[in-house]
């Protein structure tokens, strides 16, 4: 069968970078570049159709941050899934960003093969991160407040499955590290979501993240 081509748009302002994303992209099979934006306010301004299937979106640009230009872009192309990208491992961007709705945050070194993954990856609902941006997000958890009384409404092992929900674990790594099946972790996360009152993997985590329940 055929691979299900994945549009993606690109929203970076150094020109080689953008350039050089939309080669790998538009030069991958399976991948296809719908469009590259030098800010948020070219890619708000524009109306694809169809719509993305994934935003690459770069954090520092001019007007808009990328980090508030997630929920923008998140309400013009409801159904889009945006994956952060970044130079630097900036905390207080990456937990903007997650609550804001993005569902990956990956570094700019990260090699070729690796985000074409993620792009993949967040694509399929996943929430792909960096390793080290990964790191960041359990030292914040670790540094929490005691969750409220609201986590007492979720069971031992959702309250795991969240937790590597928010590390970007897809349904088959979540089975494996659990020891239990894909279809039991379907389960899991499908009680997570009605007990959450969200319909998508980045609408828990980032409620989970602002409610402290991790």
Do not use: W
Request: glycine share 6%.
């Amino acid at each position: 069968m055929p691979l299900e081509t994945i549009r993606v748009a690109i929203v970076e302002d150094d020109r080689t970078t953008r350039q050089g994303l939309a080669f790998l992209i538009g030069g991958t099979p399976g991948f296809i570049c719908a469009a590259d934006y030098r800010s948020v306010n070219e890619a708000l301004a524009a109306d694809l159709d169809p719509p993305p299937d994934v935003v690459l979106l770069d954090i520092h640009l001019p007007g808009i941050l990328g980090s508030e230009g997630v929920t923008l872009l998140r309400a013009k192309y409801s159904q889009t899934q945006i994956v952060m990208l970044t130079v630097f491992e900036e905390s207080e961007h990456v937990f903007e960003s997650i609550c804001n709705g993005a569902c990956g945050y990956l570094l700019k070194k990260t090699p070729p093969a690796k985000l074409l993954d993620a792009i993949r990856e967040a694509h399929q609902g996943g929430a792909p991160m960096s390793p080290s941006i990964a790191r960041q997000v359990l030292a914040l958890f670790r540094q929490s407040t005691p969750p409220p009384r609201e986590s007492d409404e979720f069971s031992p092992r959702e309250q795991s499955v969240l937790a590597l929900l928010a590390q970007g674990y897809s349904y088959a790594k979540l089975a494996e590290e659990l020891g239990i099946s894909v279809n039991t972790v379907r389960n899991n996360i499908r009680s997570i979501y009605e007990k959450l009152h969200v319909h998508t993997r980045s609408e828990a985590v980032a409620k989970a993240i602002r409610k402290r329940l991790i």
